[in-house]
């Protein structure tokens, strides 16, 4: 999965910013979908980060919730200096035509001050990606 920037959704904390890009990885059976999610987690401040953890959540249309949280992203803690992005894609399986992902990252920053960074709410509709009509956040 390549990072599109013409489907990204977008929300900034203070000095940092998340982008996310949403794609259907395989939609053979509409009441099963595998879905395909890339973040790109950007340090726009002036001291150097790790992002310590995620604490995500995707509410499918029929109000099931799946969680990911945990520490890291695939085992590693990603050190960003000034100006360095961290890019990070996973997949979730969801049970309907429709689901938003949202959520946060923990970074501590070189002082030990730690941030809650805030993920864009990403739509995973079946419908809008079939027909063209995903829009900007």
């Not at 949280?69 to 429709?98: K, M, R, S, W």
Request: net charge negative; glycine share 6%.
């Amino acid at each position: 999965m390549s990072f599109n920037e013409d489907i990204t959704y977008s929300a900034v904390t203070g000095d940092f910013q998340i982008s996310a890009v949403p794609e259907i990885l395989d939609s053979a059976d509409c009441n099963r979908v595998l879905w395909a999610y890339c973040l790109r987690i950007e340090n726009n401040s002036d001291k150097p980060i790790c992002l310590l953890k995620r604490n995500f959540c995707i509410t499918d249309n029929h109000g099931r919730n799946y969680y990911d949280c945990g520490q890291g992203f695939h085992n590693e803690l990603p050190d960003l200096q000034p100006g360095e992005y961290y890019e990070f894609e996973d997949t979730a399986v969801i049970e309907g035509q429709a689901a938003v992902l949202y959520g946060y990252c923990t970074a501590v920053d070189s002082d030990g001050t730690e941030t809650r960074i805030k993920l864009p709410f990403i739509s995973l509709n079946l419908s809008a990606e079939k027909s063209g009509k995903i829009s900007d956040n």
